[in-house]
T-cell receptor, first 111, second 114 residues
């Protein structure tokens, strides 16, 4: 899998949009970008994934640059419950390809 | 739809004892994964089942760890004998075979070896 780089931590005020960046400059053409998060004492939770187009679901939006070397996860209205470690992962669309977690970004939502 | 369930949620055992962790994947999910997080470290892959077959066990730390998935439904992970460094949170995840499946994780088993 391509390696990803994320800032170790970020703060965001409650109610504001949280923008979490991820660099994946060595991503290959058929690798997808996935985002997961782990809230304390819970298992990792899938958030969203995409290939080249921007994606949005009920949890977040994913913005992938045109060259696909970086992406941004956007939580539009962050709440205290969004405090978690967020992981950006790239992987091939292959059922045999396991997810490799890096260090992620620890997001603190400030009241 | 029930999620991935893991049992027990916590286990405290002494060094040298045996512990068996259980994972029930989402019904119909052929792929089952085990991961663990040792304190202060990243979440690490242990192994991957497709139905009852071990597809990838490259992350298993040593032969004290034995994973099984008889019948392709639930899975067990046995640690025998347990060592202090085995302490951590063990996560199980499952996914469907078709397409680009996101993994669905359980809430983990927190294992403490004293």
């Amino acid at each position: 899998d391509a390696k990803t780089t994320q800032p170790p931590s970020m703060d965001c005020a409650e109610g504001r949009a949280a923008n979490l960046p991820c660099n994946h400059s060595t991503i290959s053409g058929n690798e997808y970008v996935y985002w997961y998060r782990q809230i304390h004492s819970q298992g990792p939770q899938y958030i969203i994934h995409g290939l080249k187009n921007n994606e949005t679901n009920e949890m977040a939006s994913l913005i992938i640059t045109e060259d696909r070397k970086s992406s941004t996860l956007i939580l539009p209205h962050a709440t205290l419950r969004d405090t978690a470690v967020y992981y950006c992962i790239v992987r091939l669309p292959n059922r045999d390809d396991k997810i490799i977690f890096g260090k992620g970004t620890r997001l603190h939502i400030l009241p | 739809e029930a999620g991935v369930t893991q049992f027990p949620s916590h286990s405290v055992i002494e060094k040298g004892q045996t512990v068996t962790l259980r994972c029930d994947p989402i019904s119909g999910h052929d792929n089952l994964y085990w991961y663990r997080r040792v304190m202060g470290k990243e979440i690490k892959f242990l192994l991957h089942f497709v139905k009852e077959s071990k597809q990838d066990e490259s992350g298993m730390p040593n032969n004290r760890f034995l994973a099984e998935r008889t019948g392709g439904t639930y899975s067990t992970l046995k640690v025998q004998p347990a060592e202090l460094e085995d302490s951590g949170v063990y996560f199980c995840a499952s996914s469907q075979v078709v397409g680009l499946p996101p993994l669905h994780f359980g809430n983990g088993t927190r294992l403490t070896v004293t």
